[in-house]
C-alpha cells in the first residue's frame, strides 16, 4: 500500500499541465529507492532496507528481481522516473546473468543506478562453494552429483581466493614438439599438417579421458588451447580434435614449439593442483601446506557471464542511462569449443563476463571483476558516450577492457565511440588466454583512455586498431593518455607493446604515459614500448616517457606512418633504441630525447629502407632538434652504421646533438632533466607526469604507486648469431617445404618456394621458385639468406634451371643504406641473357641445369669488383672478372638472395647452393 501512495503521489506531481508537452522528468523528482540484500526475499516489495520485525516485507535478493521491481514501477508510474537499486554489502550468489534491455533504460533526469548502499561491499558470485571434501592420501576429495549427471562442468578453482591451476605437465616451463608432420601446402606457412605432431617419448600418454586433457600450444604473440583425440604412444604422435586455424599454424615461430598439457588425472602431482572427473563427478584438489580440511573455502564457477547490456543499435533499440556502481563480481568460467579455442591476436575471438550492445550513456564505475576466465569488460556494438571509470579488474583469463569489435561497423550507429576508459586498475590477467591485452580498441573512435594503471599480462597492455593495411576503418581520435603500463610479458610470449597500434588513425594521440618493463619469451625476443606496427599512420606521440624494454623504446614498422614523435624520451633498452623502417609518407621525429647504456641507436635492417627513400630522391621524414647519447659510446655513437656527420649529411637531425642529457639519475629512473641540461637548448619540453596513473583518495591510488613496481636491470643484449657457411642439396628437407635458414617472402595468389622432387640436379630434390603474372611487386616472391659475414673472400656456387619466361635476380646486400648496400648483383633474363651491371656477359640454355659461382672479397675500404664462373651443359666454362659492385658502401655480406622477377607465370629450380670462405 505504501508503494502505491507514493506512486500516486509523484504521479500526481509530474502531470504536465494542459497543452505542455511532456518532459522526460522534472528535475526535482526524488529518486525511487528499491533495496537488495544478502537476508532478502524476492518476494518482498524491495521499498524496505531491512526486513519489517513481521518479515512480511523488506528488501529483495537479487538483483534480476530488483531489475523487475523497478520495471514495475515504472510501468505504474507512466512515464521515466529515477530509480537507485541500493545493494548491501555482504556475499550473493548471481544464479543467472543480469540483463538489462531497453524497457530498463532510464534518461538524463531519470538515470537508473544500481549501486552499493553507502559504506557497504556487496559481492556477487558466479560460482558455488565446494563442500563434502573427504581426505584421500595427500588429497582432498569430493563428489559432485551434478557433474556426474552432466549438468556442470568447470576448468577453474579458487582456493581462499587464488587461482589454482589444473593439473598440469610439466609443472613449470614447457615441453618441445619433438617433429612435424608433412602436410598440404599453405600460404606463407609451413606444409605440415596442423591437427597432430611429434612429442618426446614421455611428454604424452594416452590417459584416461582423454577427450578431456587440454594442449595448450605457444605462438609467439597468441596461444591456442586443443582438446586431444588420439596419443599413441609408439610412434609418439599426438592427434588435436581439429586443425589449427590461425594463419601461421603449427611450427611457424619455432619448429620445437613449446607446449604444456593439463588437465589429466595423472598430471596431478604437486600440491595446488586439482583434477576433475567428468564422469564420476570427482574433484581431487591436493592442498598445498597449511592448507587444513574445513578451514579452507574452494568455489568453483557456474556461469560465464554477469551482466548484459542488451540493446540492438542495428534496430534502433538502446539501453540508455543505466550506471553500475560499487559492485563486485567474482568467479565466472570460460568454455572450450569442441574443436578448440584460437586467435589471430589479442584473445580477440573471447568473450567478456560484462558486454553492452546498443548502450548509451551507461557508466561502469567503482565495480570490481575477478576470478573470471575470459575479459572482464567490453563495450561492443553500438554504445555511446559511456564510461568505465575507477574500477579494479584481476585475476582475468583473458584481459581487461574492450571496446569496439574486430569487424567494422557498417553504419554510425553500430559503430562503438566516445566512451572513457579511466582511472581502472587492470592486473594479473592472460591466466588462460595469455595473448589478452589490458585495453583492446578497435573499429572505434573519439574514445579517451586515460589514467589507467595496467600490469602483470602476459602480452600487450592498450592495443588500439585492427586494419594491417590501408583499409577503411572507424579507428580514429583516440586519445591514450596519463596511463601508467608496465612489467608485461614475464618472457611468456613475444612480439608485444605497452602500448601497440594497427592502421591509419587520424586525430589519435598518445601522450604523457609512463610505460617501462616488457620482458618477451626469447624466440624472438620482440617487446616495445610504443609498437607502432604494419601500416599504422597518423599518431601524434608525445610528451611520453618510456624505460627498460627490451627491443626499443619504438617501433614504427613497414608502413603509412605519418606521425608526429615529439617530446619523448626514450631510455634503456637491452637491444636497440629505436626501429624505424620504410614508410609510404614521412615521419616527423623532433624534440627527443634518445638514451642507451647498451645496444644500439637504431635496429640495423632498416637502413635498407632509408636508403632506398633517398634513392628515389624521397623524404625520409623530418628528423632534428633530438637529443641522443649512449654512455658506452659517447660522441662515437653510430647511427645504423653512420658516424653523425655522415648522418646529417644525409638531412637528418641537422641541428640535433649527440650529448649527455643529464638526468637526475638514470640509474634509478629518474629521469628529471638538471637545469643545464643540453635537452632545453634543444627546445625539449620535459613532460608532466605528475599525474600518470591513478587518481583519487590515497587508498585507490596506493594500490598501484610507482613505487611498488618490480624494476629488474636490463639483461645484456642478444649475442648475434654467428656467422654460417651454408650447403644444402635440400635433400634433408621434406617435400613441400620451405627452404631451411631461409626467410621465404611473396608466397601469395599461387607463388611459392618449396622444396620438390620434380627434378634435381643431384640427388632427388631441388628447390622450385613458381612465380606468377599477377604477383606485385616485381620482387615477388623471393627468399634469402643472413650469413652475417665482416670480411674475407665470399664463394657462393649454386645449379640453376630456367624455365621459359623464368626471370632471377641473385644478389648479395650489406646493412647499409639502400642502393649504396648491393653488392654483387647478378640477372637471368627471360632470353637467357646473363647481365651484371648494365653489362650482357652471355646467354645460357633454359631448361637445363648450368653451375654459377661468384665470388668477392668483404674489405673495408670496400672491393669495387667480382667474380663470377658459368658452368654450362656440355663442359664448357666462361668465367668472367673485375665486375663492377654496384654499391659503394658493400663490405660485409648479411643479405644474400634469390629474386623472381618474371613479368609472367614462370619456374626456375634451384639445387646445391653452398656459401663458403
Not at 622432387?757 to 627468399?783: C, I, M, N, Y
Not at 650482357?840 to 672479397?857: D, F, G, K, M, N
Request: charged share 25%; proline share 7%.
Amino acid at each position: 500500500m505504501a508503494l502505491l501512495l507514493l506512486i500516486a503521489l509523484l504521479a500526481g506531481r509530474a502531470q504536465p499541465a494542459p497543452g505542455e508537452p511532456a518532459s522526460e522528468a522534472p528535475e526535482s523528482l526524488p529518486a525511487i529507492e528499491v533495496h537488495v540484500a544478502p537476508d532478502g526475499n524476492d518476494q518482498w516489495s524491495g521499498r524496505l532496507r531491512r526486513p519489517n520485525q513481521e518479515r512480511t516485507d523488506g528488501p529483495l535478493a537479487s538483483l534480476s528481481a530488483a531489475r523487475d521491481a523497478a520495471r514495475r514501477l515504472r510501468a505504474a508510474f507512466g512515464r521515466p522516473v529515477p530509480i537507485n537499486i541500493l545493494v548491501q554489502g555482504g556475499r550473493y550468489r548471481l544464479n543467472e546473468p543480469l540483463i538489462l534491455d531497453p524497457r530498463d533504460s532510464g534518461t538524463s533526469n531519470a538515470p537508473v543506478i544500481i549501486t552499493a548502499a553507502p559504506g557497504e561491499r556487496p559481492v556477487f558470485s558466479g560460482g558455488e562453494l565446494i563442500a563434502g571434501f573427504r581426505p584421500a592420501g595427500d588429497r582432498w576429495e569430493a563428489e559432485l552429483p551434478e557433474v556426474k549427471a552432466g549438468r556442470w562442468y568447470f576448468r577453474q578453482l579458487w582456493v581462499n581466493g587464488e587461482r589454482r591451476p589444473r593439473a598440469r605437465s610439466p609443472n613449470t616451463g614447457y615441453h618441445r614438439i619433438a617433429g612435424l608432420l608433412p602436410g598440404p601446402p599453405r600460404p606463407n606457412a609451413l606444409a605440415v599438417m596442423q591437427d597432430r605432431f611429434q612429442f618426446e617419448p614421455g611428454d604424452l600418454r594416452p590417459w584416461d579421458r582423454l577427450g578431456d586433457v587440454n594442449v595448450i600450444l605457444m605462438h609467439s604473440w597468441e596461444t591456442s588451447i586443443h582438446p586431444v583425440k588420439t596419443v599413441d604412444a609408439t610412434s609418439n604422435i599426438v592427434e588435436l580434435a581439429a586443425p589449427l586455424k590461425e594463419w601461421w599454424g603449427l611450427g611457424y615461430w619455432e619448429r620445437a614449439q613449446r607446449y604444456y598439457v593439463e588437465n589429466a588425472l595423472e598430471l596431478l602431482d604437486q600440491p595446488g593442483e586439482w583434477y576433475l572427473n567428468r564422469e564420476t563427478g570427482i574433484l581431487t584438489y591436493w592442498p598445498r601446506p597449511g592448507e587444513r580440511l574445513g578451514e579452507v573455502e574452494i568455489v568453483a564457477p557456474r556461469l560465464r557471464e554477469f551482466v548484459r547490456l542488451a540493446g540492438n543499435a542495428d534496430q534502433g533499440e538502446f539501453v540508455d542511462h543505466v550506471t553500475l556502481q560499487g559492485l563486485a563480481f567474482h568467479h565466472a568460467d570460460w568454455e572450450l569449443h569442441p574443436n578448440g579455442n584460437s586467435s589471430t591476436q589479442a584473445a580477440v575471438e573471447v568473450p567478456a563476463v560484462v558486454t553492452a550492445n546498443g548502450a548509451r550513456h551507461c557508466a561502469i564505475e567503482g565495480c570490481e571483476i575477478a576470478h573470471i576466465g575470459t575479459y572482464g569488460i567490453w563495450f561492443r556494438r553500438g554504445c555511446k558516450d559511456g564510461r568505465i571509470q575507477r574500477n579494479r579488474l584481476f585475476d582475468l583469463g583473458a584481459g581487461g577492457i574492450r571496446l569496439g569489435e574486430p569487424n567494422m561497423a557498417r553504419s554510425d550507429a553500430a559503430e562503438t565511440s566516445r566512451i572513457w576508459v579511466d582511472n581502472n586498475h587492470l592486473f594479473a590477467g592472460g591466466r588462460v588466454y595469455a595473448g589478452a591485452v589490458g585495453v583492446w580498441l578497435a573499429h572505434s573512435s573519439h574514445n579517451r583512455v586515460s589514467h589507467n594503471d595496467i600490469h602483470d599480462l602476459y602480452y600487450t597492455g592498450i592495443s588500439v586498431g585492427w586494419n594491417w593495411g590501408f583499409e577503411t576503418n572507424r579507428t580514429h581520435h583516440n586519445v591514450i593518455e596519463f596511463n601508467h603500463v608496465h612489467n608485461l610479458v614475464h618472457g611468456v610470449l613475444s612480439d608485444a607493446g605497452l602500448i601497440y597500434c594497427l592502421g591509419v588513425s587520424p586525430g589519435s594521440v598518445i601522450r604523457n604515459n609512463v610505460l617501462h618493463d616488457i620482458w618477451p619469451y626469447a624466440t624472438p625476443a620482440f617487446g616495445w614500448g610504443i609498437y607502432l606496427d604494419a601500416k599504422c599512420g597518423g599518431y601524434l606521440v608525445e610528451s611520453n616517457l618510456v624505460y627498460n624494454t627490451r627491443s626499443g623504446g619504438l617501433m614504427f614498422n613497414n608502413g603509412g606512418h605519418a606521425h608526429t614523435i615529439r617530446h619523448n624520451i626514450f631510455a634503456l633498452s637491452a637491444e636497440h633504441a629505436l626501429w624505424p623502417y620504410s614508410a609510404e609518407q614521412p615521419t616527423t621525429f623532433r624534440h627527443n630525447i634518445v638514451y642507451l647504456t647498451q645496444g644500439d641507436l637504431l635496429i640495423p635492417n632498416g637502413e635498407w629502407s632509408l636508403g632506398e627513400r633517398i634513392a628515389r630522391g624521397q623524404s625520409i621524414g623530418d628528423w632534428n632538434d633530438n637529443l641522443y647519447w649512449h654512455t658506452g659510446q659517447g660522441e662515437r655513437l653510430r647511427f645504423y652504421r653512420h658516424r653523425f656527420g655522415e648522418w646529417q649529411r644525409l638531412g637528418l637531425d641537422r641541428n640535433s646533438r649527440v650529448a649527455d642529457p643529464l638526468f637526475v639519475k638514470a640509474a634509478g629512473h629518474d629521469f628529471r632533466l638538471r637545469p643545464e641540461s643540453p635537452a632545453f637548448e634543444l627546445g625539449f619540453r620535459e613532460p608532466d607526469l605528475s599525474r600518470v596513473g591513478l587518481y583519487g583518495d590515497e587508498s585507490w591510488t596506493r594500490e598501484a604507486s610507482h613505487s611498488r613496481c618490480e624494476m629488474r636491470p636490463l639483461p645484456p643484449p642478444t649475442a648475434a648469431p654467428p656467422p654460417f657457411e651454408l650447403e644444402d642439396g635440400f635433400e634433408e628437407t621434406r617435400v613441400g617445404e620451405k627452404p631451411r635458414r631461409a626467410m621465404v617472402q611473396g608466397e601469395e595468389r599461387g607463388a611459392s618456394i618449396r622444396v620438390t622432387e620434380e627434378r634435381a640436379a643431384s640427388g632427388s630434390r631441388s628447390l622450385k621458385v613458381t612465380d606468377v603474372r599477377e604477383l606485385t611487386p616485381s620482387w615477388q616472391p623471393h627468399f634469402y639468406y643472413q650469413p652475417r659475414w665482416d670480411s674475407g673472400i665470399a664463394r657462393h656456387s649454386f645449379d640453376l634451371w630456367l624455365g621459359p619466361r623464368a626471370e632471377v635476380i641473385v644478389e648479395w646486400r650489406d646493412l647499409a643504406t639502400f642502393p649504396q648496400n648491393i653488392g654483387p648483383s647478378l640477372r637471368f633474363d627471360a632470353q637467357g641473357e646473363v647481365q651484371a651491371g648494365g653489362r650482357v656477359l652471355t646467354r645460357v640454355p633454359r631448361e637445363q641445369w648450368i653451375r654459377v659461382e661468384i665470388e668477392a672479397a668483404l674489405t673495408d675500404p670496400p672491393a669495387r669488383s667480382f667474380r663470377v664462373a658459368l658452368d654450362l651443359p656440355g663442359g664448357e666454362r666462361r668465367v668472367f672478372s673485375d665486375l663492377p659492385i654496384p654499391g659503394s658502401h658493400f663490405q660485409e655480406l648479411h643479405w644474400l638472395g634469390f629474386i623472381s622477377v618474371a613479368a609472367a607465370d614462370a619456374v626456375f629450380y634451384l639445387d646445391n647452393l653452398r656459401l663458403s670462405r
